[in-house]
């Protein structure tokens, strides 16, 4: 006993500890050119939570010990006191005074980011003090799979790069069947957020908060995409991009009879569609395309006249001299309009008279008095094809066959 409880003692002081957390590297996608950076990936075989132990056991002369020794290794969460989360005893064996070992066992998920301190024993002796704190491994290549980060400072993990071309944060699941997610974001708090992006850059026409690339974009596409005269202007928030034939860029669903799937509130303009000539802009799926006013009696619906073909509608006054008026078309609206093809005029009067329309023309049309008051005044209505639209009628949407529709 008086040798053990000499080691022991020993032991409290010249004991060198180094612990690490053990890494992993797996086969991932290979990087676009120019990315480097941390990648978190599935790995083919999962790496043990066990964490690795070395030290050094001399006498009390300081003279190297050896041979086999029990060894208890416990982690607290306290630097004295307290009861340990978590212990593990294992023959050590000694050799010139240097030993190796591992915490195996129950201890696997409790180095999860939370400040832990070593204890150890010799046999039957009292545990060693003080504890060792055990301290983050500078410069380590990444977390292992199925690390947990818990903790209940802010935030609680802050990943940030200072690389002109690099990411902050590159998430990658390998799956090929099944759901598979990359990255889940999820908030147990009333008004939190599941995820929440926002770009910092200084520059007022670069950067987007969230971009989200389908297979067959690749992350210098972004570059083409943040400048095209028409399309974007100022920094992004979201961006969603898809090379798949008939696939969907962004896909929101609610399964709540009273929410929305979709919500854009701003102090300046609400929602823009942009596509090519000849393709559709805006497609509802039942339900109705409101405007919403406000009343006396509160808000109101106010719902948009649905037609059989595209048709642009422009109106105005005139009124009669000697029972004629010349009404040419506005510049502007013959230019969103195919005036080539047949359109309508309708013609309100207001006053005792009867009026006919003659000679349409791209440039204009004529009214003439049939009865009445020649100098009557009136009120009128243009109703022409728009341009590029104009065989546009009661097209059929296909992709849209699979879906149950209210009548």
Not at 61 to 68: E, H, S
Not at 325 to 331: G, W
Not at 361 to 386: C, W
Request: aromatic fraction near 10%.
């Amino acid at each position: 006993m008086k040798r053990k409880s000499m080691l022991v003692s020993v032991l409290v002081l010249g004991l060198l500890l180094a612990v690490a957390v053990g890494m992993t590297q797996a086969q991932g996608p290979e990087l676009p050119e120019g990315e480097a950076g941390l990648h978190a990936v599935n790995a083919v075989a999962a790496v043990s939570g066990r964490i690795p132990i070395q030290g050094r056991l001399t006498d009390a002369g300081g003279n190297p010990l050896n041979g086999a020794y029990s060894i208890q290794f416990s982690l607290y969460d306290v630097s004295s006191g307290g009861t340990a989360l978590c212990s593990d005893i294992n023959s050590v064996a000694v050799d010139n005074g240097l030993f190796y070992s591992e915490i195996l066992g129950d201890c696997s998920g409790i180095a999860d980011g939370q400040q832990l301190y070593l204890g150890i024993k010799v046999g039957a002796d009292p545990e060693m003090t003080p504890r060792q704190g055990i301290y983050p491994v500078p410069y380590a290549s990444t977390l292992r799979p199925g690390a947990v980060i818990s903790t209940t400072a802010y935030p609680a993990l802050h990943v940030e790069s200072s690389n002109t071309s690099g990411r902050g944060l590159r998430a990658y699941a390998s799956a090929t069947t099944g759901t598979n997610y990359a990255v889940v974001g999820a908030s147990k708090s009333p008004d939190g957020y599941g995820g929440y992006f926002y770009n910092t850059s200084e520059s007022p026409n670069t950067g987007f908060g969230v971009a989200g690339l389908h297979p067959g974009y690749g992350a210098g596409d972004l570059g083409s995409w943040a400048h095209p005269a028409g399309y974007f202007g100022g920094r992004i928030g979201v961006i969603a991009l898809t090379k798949d034939e008939g696939g969907t860029a962004v896909l929101a669903l609610i399964n709540d009879d009273t929410g929305w799937a979709g919500m854009f509130t701003g102090i300046g303009n609400g929602v823009r569609v942009s596509v090519p000539a000849g393709k559709v802009g805006l497609e509802v799926l039942g339900g109705t395309k409101s405007a919403v006013v406000g009343t006396e009696d509160g808000a109101r619906l106010l719902y948009t006249e649905e037609s059989t073909e595209v048709w642009f509608t422009d109106y105005g006054f005139g009124q009669l001299e000697g029972g004629l008026a010349v009404i040419p078309i506005e510049p502007i609206f013959a230019q969103t309009v195919n005036l080539e093809e047949p359109y309508h005029v309708f013609v309100q009067v207001y006053g005792d008279a009867e009026v006919y329309v003659t000679n349409r023309t791209a440039a204009g049309f004529e009214v003439h008095l049939r009865d009445g008051d020649a100098g009557v005044e009136f009120s009128y209505r243009i109703v022409g094809k728009r341009l590029g639209y104009e065989d546009a009628r009661l097209e059929r949407a296909p992709w849209d066959d699979d879906l149950v529709l209210n009548p």
